[in-house]
């Protein structure tokens, strides 16, 4: 069998645990190991309204551009499609195709939608996006 013995020799320490075996008895003639700072808080003088203050933080730094010897990369410019646009033919079509797949409700709904009682009355302007609608309920277009 080994016996350990440990002797600590910090004064502040045992009138620490002291005071804590005093705490947890209930002994009410305690004190605090230290008693609370109370800091008074300091005066501040009210800024008059005619004094101006910043509300904008200060501006970042602007970083200065690459030496002239170096020439800068030239940035690819990068192709841009255009929206397709479709024909009154090619609508007319997908919309008698979902007639055919037995979508005659989903076709009317959606010219309820766009104010219109058949294709033939939908405006150029219309054609683009109605058609995008016609391939969301099944339309080859």
């Known amino acids: 069998m080994l016996e350990m013995k440990i002797t600590i020799e910090a004064a502040e320490l045992a009138v ?20 609370p700072q109370v800091q008074t808080p300091v005066p501040v003088a009210p ?7 910043p509300t904008q933080p200060p501006a970042m730094p602007v970083p200065t551009p690459p030496p002239a010897s170096v020439p800068a990369a030239p940035t690819p ?3 841009v499609a255009s929206a397709p ?4 033919d090619q609508i ?6 979902l007639v055919d797949a037995g979508k005659m409700e989903p076709l009317l709904g959606l010219l309820t939608k766009y104010g219109v ?6 405006q150029p302007a219309q054609y683009g996006v109605f058609a995008t609608e016609l391939r969301a309920l099944g339309a080859q277009i």
């Open 117 to 122: 009682q058949a294709i033939t009355q939908l």
């Open 92 to 97: 007319s079509k997908a919309g008698a195709a």
């Open 16 to 35: 620490a645990v002291e005071k804590l075996a005093d705490a947890i008895r209930g002994n009410p003639n305690i004190l605090p190991l230290d008693p």
């Open 77 to 79: 410019a990068l192709p």
């Open 47 to 53: 800024v008059p309204a005619s004094v101006a203050v």
């Open 85 to 88: 646009s479709y024909t009154l």
